[in-house]
């Protein structure tokens, strides 16, 4: 299995800029969420979709985030308009739902510099 | 809001000798708890877990360690490798909730 895919593995933009980062989950898992990890807060939950249905997004920052799933193999995170402190690593994770365990499988991250 | 912590930022031990990271989390309603292993420039991989209604569990030179009275978590690292370097996270899940809260990480550096 490739693992979780995460595009792009780098990006680098001017404020105002839209953003979005991409990200193809494990075949066969139905949850996926979005992390960002800053060095100040480190690693936040931004979203989950549990069979392609948002969850909750309660650690979403504001309505300049928005996310979508619209089938089991595909996801974006998109901020429009981008802004400097949305600068981190924005990392998806796949799992199956199973509310007794829990192991997240990570990508590499994509890291989100915005000038 | 309640919180998962750690006790130490970053911890410095001799290759071979055994290594100790600490969590303290303040959420009575977590029963699964995780162990990652962040390497740089990599994603958070998965190193042991262990549910709430143990207080012990083995893997390969990893022990993890909970203790419920005083919400204390650890993992403990044999014979640490150079290898195992790396930024060292602890994560709860709340009882019905799928979603992982993380520490804030505890930086494992192995001296040669």
């Known amino acids: 299995d490739a693992g979780v895919i995460q595009s792009p593995r780098h990006e680098v933009t001017e404020m105002g800029q839209e953003v979005t980062l991409r990200c193809k989950p494990i075949?066969?898992?139905?949850?996926l969420f979005w992390y960002r990890q800053t060095m100040m807060r480190g690693l936040e939950l931004l979203i989950y979709?549990?069979?392609?249905?948002?969850?909750?997004d309660s650690g979403m920052p504001e309505d300049r985030f928005s996310a979508k799933m619209p089938n089991a193999s595909f996801s974006t995170l998109k901020i429009q308009p981008s802004e400097p402190r949305d600068s981190a690593v924005y990392f998806c994770?796949?799992?199956?739902?199973?509310?007794?365990?829990?192991?997240?499988?990570f990508g590499e991250g994509s890291r989100l510099t915005v000038l | 809001g309640e919180s998962v912590g750690l006790h130490l930022p970053t911890l410095s031990v001799q290759e071979g000798d055994n290594s100790i990271i600490n969590c303290a989390y303040s959420?009575?309603?977590?029963?699964?708890f995780i162990w990652y292993k962040q390497e740089s420039g990599k994603g958070p991989q998965f190193i042991i877990d262990?549910?709430?209604?143990?207080d012990k569990r083995q893997g390969q030179r990893v022990t993890v360690l909970l203790n419920k009275t005083v919400k204390h978590l650890s993992l403990q690292i044999a014979a640490t490798q150079p290898g195992d370097s790396a930024v060292y996270f602890c994560?709860?899940?709340?009882?019905?909730?799928?979603?992982?809260?993380f520490g804030s990480g505890t930086r494992l550096q192995v001296q040669p």
């Open positions: 994770a796949s799992s199956f739902t199973d509310i007794h365990t829990g192991e997240l499988f």
């Open positions: 075949s066969g898992h139905n949850s």
């Open positions: 979709f549990n069979n392609n249905v948002p969850i909750d």
């Open positions: 959420n009575s309603a977590s029963d699964y």
């Open positions: 262990i549910r709430s209604n143990m």
């Open positions: 994560a709860e899940k709340v009882t019905g909730r799928r979603a992982l809260t």
